[in-house]
């Protein structure tokens, strides 16, 4: 069973760089997307973007030249990494997978609560 | 981007009874039309993917159906494990875009 576990700071400043890792265990991260999807409180999902295994990522034009997704396929790991942070920005994030060009999300991580503060 | 306009955006309804939600997309996204379900505090988990097709496991009182801009998905006998808001998804362009939510509750 793929199980997708995200990891890093609970808490950002401002104007800083949140920065996570989701640890893909039960399966190799060959031959699928991997994906970061962020839930701010009391809201709805948001697809912020998307990597293959190769490392060919795809961006939500909404943060614009923000974000970063990474792989690090010998450590079954993918990493996001998204600048100038604002209060804007807290929200649960989740990292998943997806096949067919990443599309089909079939497996969630539990997601992780990034607040943004002073 | 794909807008996905859902709704009803919360619903309440009594044990055994059928609980319909509806997906409209802005655009034809042809088949490519998921639904997840999000119990309280827990990740989302995949149902129905490709319009109609039940994710592995899941119960067959969940149903999907639709094609092109309207979509539909159908609990055909709520149950008390049922409780949670459930999303659709597109997946036919990026950005992936998701439907507001439906929060389905037990009356």
């Known amino acids: 069973q793929v199980q997708l576990q995200e990891s890093g700071p609970g808490l950002v400043k401002p104007s800083e760089t949140l920065s996570l890792t989701c640890t893909v265990s039960?399966?190799?991260?060959?031959?699928?997307?991997w994906i970061w999807i962020r839930q701010p409180p009391g809201k709805g999902l948001e697809w912020i973007g998307s990597?293959?295994?190769?490392?060919?990522?795809n961006y939500n034009p909404s943060f614009k030249s923000r974000v970063t997704i990474s792989v690090d396929t010998s450590r079954n790991e993918f990493s996001l990494k998204l600048s100038s942070v604002t209060a804007a920005d807290t929200a649960v994030f989740f990292c998943?997978?997806?096949?067919?060009?990443?599309?089909?999300?079939?497996?969630w991580g539990q997601g992780a609560l990034v607040a943004v503060s002073s | 981007d794909i807008q996905m306009t859902q709704s009803p955006s919360s619903l309440s309804a009594s044990v055994g009874d059928r609980v319909t939600i509806t997906c409209q997309a802005s655009?034809?996204?042809?088949?490519?039309l998921n639904w997840h379900q999000q119990k309280p505090g827990k990740a989302p988990k995949l149902l129905i993917y490709?319009?109609?097709n039940l994710e592995t496991g899941v119960p067959s009182r969940f149903r999907g159906s639709g094609s092109g801009t309207e979509f539909t998905f159908t609990i055909s006998s709520l149950q008390p494990e049922d409780i949670g808001t459930y999303y659709c998804?597109?997946?036919?362009?990026?950005?992936?875009?998701f439907g507001g939510g439906t929060k389905v509750e037990i009356k």
């Open positions: 998943a997978r997806g096949s067919f060009m990443g599309g089909l999300i079939d497996y």
């Open positions: 039960g399966g190799s991260i060959s031959s699928f997307y």
């Open positions: 990597i293959y295994y190769s490392g060919s990522a």
């Open positions: 655009q034809d996204i042809s088949k490519y």
């Open positions: 490709d319009t109609s």
């Open positions: 998804q597109q997946y036919d362009n990026l950005p992936l875009t």
